[in-house]
């Protein structure tokens, strides 16, 4: 199965520009992790942005996965919370230890 674990950059653009479907049709599994949703769809929707209302739509028809990721040791670097659950989600493996969020 093709599977990418995206952050929230691309998402954000792509439903921007109504393109969503370029990332929904390459792989047949799209995983965020909580970080990303909520920096995506719940802040994004708090501030009226559109695209998290394109990106919440394909979680609820699932076409895009959140996931929890179990983090273990502290990130000492500067970074976004999502950008963290996705690096440890994607190399330090969060992804065998996630579970689905709903």
Same mark, same amino acid.
């Given at each position: 199965?093709s599977?990418v674990?995206? !952050?929230?950059?691309?998402l954000?653009? %792509?439903?921007?520009a109504?393109?969503?479907?370029? %990332?929904?049709?390459?792989f047949?599994?799209?995983?965020?992790? +909580?970080a990303?949703?909520? +920096?995506? @769809?719940?802040?994004g929707?708090?501030l009226?942005?559109?695209?998290?209302?394109?990106?919440?739509?394909?979680?609820?028809? $699932?076409?895009?996965? @959140?996931?929890?990721?179990?983090?273990?040791?502290?990130?000492?670097?500067? %970074?976004?919370? $999502?950008?963290?659950? @996705?690096?440890?989600?994607? $190399?330090?493996?969060?992804?065998?230890q996630?579970? !689905?969020? $709903?």
């Open positions: 199965m599977s674990i995206s !952050n929230a950059t691309p954000v653009y %792509l439903a921007k109504d393109r969503l479907d370029l %990332l929904l049709s390459l047949e599994e799209i995983l965020i992790p +909580e990303v949703h909520e +920096e995506v @769809v719940s802040k929707k708090r009226g942005q559109a695209d998290a209302f394109v990106v919440e739509k394909a979680i609820k028809e $699932g076409r895009i996965s @959140v996931r929890q990721v179990q983090r273990t040791h502290p990130v000492s670097i500067p %970074l976004h919370p $999502g950008e963290v659950e @996705v690096i440890w989600f994607t $190399g330090f493996g969060g992804r065998d996630s579970s !689905n969020y $709903g």
